[in-house]
Nanobody, 116 residues
């Protein structure tokens, strides 16, 4: 059962922007905080940004000031606006429930490559 469907990844030049989207079920969306994670080649998956059900946000130090997480309650969708992208942002990006209540099943993710 697919719970998270990510999209929006692409190849982009350093300094560019992308917006990622994550669609999930209504029940997950209304019950849980949501988060974006990423996994770079050869590295462990890491937390990028969190948005609570009430709309509060928090970010990893590496992306704070460049990335913005948001949620559309009418579409059961979470977004990640990524600006000023750097090569070290290259990774597969995933969404899931917040870090204290991650679902065991992950989506396929969406690949972001930052390269000139």
């Amino acid at each position: 059962q697919v719970q998270f469907v990510e999209s929006g990844g692409d190849l982009v030049q350093p300094g560019g922007s992308l917006r990622l989207s994550c669609a999930t079920s209504r029940i997950i969306f209304i019950l849980y905080d949501m988060a974006w994670y990423r996994q770079a080649p050869g590295k462990q998956r890491e937390l990028v940004a969190v948005i609570t059900r009430g709309g509060s946000t928090n970010y990893a130090d590496s992306v704070r000031g460049r990335f913005t997480i948001s949620r559309d309650n009418t579409k059961n969708t979470v977004y990640l606006q990524m600006n000023s992208l750097k090569p070290e942002d290259t990774a597969v990006y995933y969404c899931n429930r917040g870090p204290t209540a991650q679902a065991p099943s992950w989506g396929q993710g969406t690949r972001v490559t930052v390269s000139s």
